[in-house]
């Protein structure tokens, strides 16, 4: 069966499911992407991102954990992680890997002239996409990139995305399939230091305007141990103090926290942290989180910081030996 006729059926399924399939590279902060991505199912519904972990048990040394990442400490988020959404016949381009390449998935792979880099465009004021693309001021980071095929179920993220005169270069390059549980193999990083996905944990702009979060989310802590539990891959760390979180920890609000008077959009965050949790996927700013840059996204630290990291618990799988 040729490519192009695949291409069509997977297509053609997605329409049947009542989504739309993207004809055109199309941005996530915008009303066409919002259409795709609120029908469009992220891994299958046993999937860890999408379990509820509500009558999870407590891990026993959850207090000391929350306590190295900081009991006192407020819970913030970062307008980060953006993706663009691409049609199944989206051309292939080769991107030069620079840091992993042992532990990164072989292109060529569906880059859009227009991939948005991490943070923008709220955290670029004044800066044009390509500006960004190139790193014009020099800005460096962890510059993530996502691109997202959703006719053909497939999920592409980078580390240290950069557009240069002879093409794309990426530190690292992940293939997540979007239909299916498999996990990276163990021992390898991803766009993400844990070896997770970042697309399945972005707070969106459909999701607050509908007011349902049905998925966990992303966190860092400030350090991490020299290990990691399922459904992390890699660690990122030389310590090995047990009071540490682990790569793909997995945190939950209290179910007792009080979500009175919260605004609506912050309420629909606290209840997927309650329902779904959180897990520790990079170092970084203790109890970040990831929020689309979407211009359309209203303000929200002032209200998250009302949350410390006491109002949140470590938690394990009713499976788990440990």
């Not at 992407?33 to 026993?60: M, S």
């Not at 230091?193 to 998925?215: M, N, S, T």
Request: hydrophobic share 40%; charged share 20%.
């Amino acid at each position: 069966m040729g490519g192009g006729l695949v291409a069509m059926m997977l297509a053609w399924c997605f329409v049947f499911l009542g989504a739309t399939v993207p004809t055109k590279p199309v941005l996530f902060h915008t009303p066409e992407a919002d259409r795709i991505v609120q029908r469009l199912q992220v891994f299958p519904p046993d999937n860890p991102w999408n379990q509820v972990v509500t009558n999870w048990p407590v891990h026993p040394n959850s207090a000391r954990i929350v306590a190295s990442i900081g009991a006192d400490q407020p819970l913030r988020y970062n307008p980060d992680m953006n993706y663009v959404l691409v049609p199944p016949d989206q051309p292939r381009v080769s991107v030069t890997i620079t840091a992993y390449l042992e532990e990164s998935d072989p292109g060529p792979y569906p880059v859009p002239d227009n991939l948005p880099i991490e943070g923008w465009p709220v955290c670029f004021p004044g800066e044009s996409l390509e500006d960004v693309q190139y790193d014009r001021r020099n800005r460096g980071g962890d510059r993530h990139a996502i691109v997202v095929d959703p006719a053909n179920g497939k999920l592409y993220e980078f580390f240290m995305m950069k557009r240069t005169p002879t093409g794309w270069e990426a530190g690292q390059a992940s293939i997540f399939d979007l239909t299916t549980n498999k996990l990276r193999p163990a021992g390898w990083t991803s766009a993400d230091a844990a070896g997770l996905p970042i697309f399945p944990a972005i707070v969106r702009y459909d999701e607050l305007k509908r007011g349902v979060i049905r998925h966990a989310l992303r966190v860092t802590a400030p350090r991490t141990r020299r290990a990691y539990v399922a459904p992390a891959t890699h660690f990122a760390s030389r310590y090995t103090d047990e009071n540490l979180p682990r790569m793909g920890e997995r945190l939950r609000l209290r179910r007792d926290f009080n979500l009175a008077g919260f605004s609506r959009e912050v309420r629909t965050i606290l209840v997927a942290l309650q329902h779904y949790g959180m897990f520790v996927a990079d170092n970084g700013i203790a109890w970040a989180i990831s929020v689309a840059p979407d211009p359309r996204i209203p303000e929200l630290h002032r209200e998250l910081r009302r949350v410390r990291g006491a109002d949140f618990e470590v938690v394990i799988a009713p499976t788990d030996s440990r």
